[in-house]
């Protein structure tokens, strides 16, 4: 059964660039726009892992984290951010993400990340 990503990125190019990059290794691929549309898009689809941009317009990954983890504690979310955002990678990390990518990316390390999220067990 394939697995599905939420690819939550407020630039259509970097969510253009990670499902171009899974799905062609078989995963369904969902997209949100904002931490807001992240929140309602995942209680509708449950995906099995979150790809999610910190810096976002309307409400931000670090919120959105925490309202998608706050529903639902065996949530999985990989956090994807820009050089330089060290200080909100540990928020992140320590809001439940389990990983992160920081950007720019190599494909490589997007399927490695992703495989290892997936793999291991939330944190709760």
Not at 30 to 54: C, F, Q, S, W
């Amino acid at each position: 059964m394939s697995k599905s990503v939420l690819v939550v990125d407020d630039a259509a190019f970097m969510r253009m660039m990670i499902r171009d990059i899974l799905s062609k290794e078989g995963y369904v691929i969902h997209e949100a726009v904002n931490g807001r549309d992240a929140v309602e898009k995942y209680a509708e689809l449950h995906p099995d892992l979150v790809t999610m941009d910190i810096t976002m317009p309307e409400m931000s990954g670090l919120d959105a984290l925490r309202e998608i983890r706050e529903s639902d504690s065996t949530a999985r979310v990989l956090v994807v951010s820009a050089m330089g955002q060290q200080r909100m990678i540990v928020e992140a990390l320590e809001a439940g993400a389990m990983d992160f990518l920081v950007k720019p990316f190599q494909p490589t390390k997007v399927l490695e990340t992703v495989k290892k999220c997936l793999q291991s067990t939330p944190r709760c």
